[in-house]
């Protein structure tokens, strides 16, 4: 039995300095991804921090959030496991 989640889309309208969209643009299509998956992932990653309090994190660590868009299959304990092996050969 197979489950189907549909997700709802909503569009929204951002007014911004020319300058911010032009270098969003930029940023986006350098990274391969578009303004409205970066905006996206901004606003999961501080409502998820806000709902979670618990969590600190530096303002440097803050500045990366969704500027990485992870594989599926992306598994990074096995990385921190395979880099530590690595690092202690």
Same mark, same amino acid.
């Given at each position: ?19 911010? %969209?032009? !270098? ?9 991804? +578009? ?7 901004? @606003? &999961?990653? %501080?409502? !998820? ?9 530096? +303002? ?7 500027? @990485? &868009? ?20």
């Amino acid at each position: 039995m197979n489950i189907i989640t549909r997700v709802m889309t909503t569009k929204l309208t951002l007014t911004l300095d020319d300058k911010v %969209i032009r !270098e969003a643009k930029r940023y986006a299509r350098a990274k391969g991804r +578009s303004v409205s998956e970066l905006v996206e992932s901004y @606003f &999961k990653s %501080i409502t !998820e921090l806000n709902s979670n309090q618990s969590e600190e994190l530096t +303002s440097s660590v803050k500045s990366l959030m969704g500027s @990485f &868009k992870a594989p599926k299959n992306f598994d990074y304990k096995k990385i921190l496991r395979d880099e530590k092996q690595r690092k202690y050969e």
